[in-house]
């Protein structure tokens, strides 16, 4: 075979290699985060405690950026080509954080961790955080979460509520999905703080810290 021929099927041969290249192609991510909006009610109280908000606690699947869709009773997925911007509980904790200072109505608010002592912990646990079909043609945003208020100077649990929202989406886009859960986080996160501030100031007037003792 002639050195010209070789350099023909050599360039042939690159060339069809170059258009069946063994890398597969990386799908698109689109990145979607939930906004909670809270809107503080004037009926709750003013208090003067600190509150710690450690990272809330949730299974393996919810504790990632994955978003959970169930489209049958015993089963569940997760959307292709989209994700949180951040792991389940993340997302959750800034929203409460980010509500409680909003509020106005608390002496102090911090993640655990940082160094700033709290009077009270807010313990979370997230149970659902997923887009739920229940039979239907287009889902709904379920949140549930269930809180603990644990008074840090007794080391007792003050009071403990499950949180259960939800929120119809318009469609089956992901888009749209994700606004619902703008709308199911929102009212489980201003439930969260009313009843964590009600519920704090409650045991607090009840077990005033002596006067020798220093928050």
């Known amino acids: 075979m002639t050195t010209p021929v070789r350099s023909m ?7 069809a290699l170059a258009g069946c290249s063994i890398v597969p192609k990386k799908e698109p991510l689109s990145l979607y985060a939930p906004d909670a909006t809270v809107q503080a009610d004037p009926a709750w109280p003013q208090v003067k405690w600190a509150l710690q908000i450690p990272r809330p606690h949730a299974s393996e699947l919810l504790d990632s950026p994955r978003i959970v869709v169930r489209p049958a009773d015993g089963e569940l997925q997760v959307y292709h080509g989209a994700i949180w911007a951040e792991p ?22 911090a993640r655990r ?32 979460i269930v809180a603990k208020l644990v008074a840090n100077r007794a080391n007792a649990v003050v009071a403990t509520r499950t949180l259960k929202q939800s929120a119809p989406a318009a469609s089956t886009k992901v888009g749209d999905v994700s606004r619902a859960f ?26 005033p810290v002596p006067a020798s003792v220093k928050r």
Do not use: C
């Not at 099927?9 to 060339?15: C, E, M, S």
């Not at 969260?192 to 009600?198: A, E, K, N, Y």
């Open 113 to 144: 961790g940082t160094g700033i002592n709290g009077d009270y912990e807010l313990m979370l646990d997230i149970r659902r955080f997923e887009s739920d079909y229940a039979g239907g043609a287009t889902p709904n945003a379920n949140v549930e």
């Open 88 to 109: 389940t509980p993340d997302l959750v904790q800034d929203a409460v954080l980010r509500a409680f200072e909003d509020s106005g109505r608390i002496g102090g608010v």
């Open 182 to 207: 703008d709308a199911a986080l929102t009212a489980a996160v201003t439930d969260l703080v009313g009843w964590t501030l009600v519920e704090g100031e409650k045991y607090d007037r009840a077990h």
């Open 9 to 15: 099927l050599a360039a042939t041969l690159l060339a």
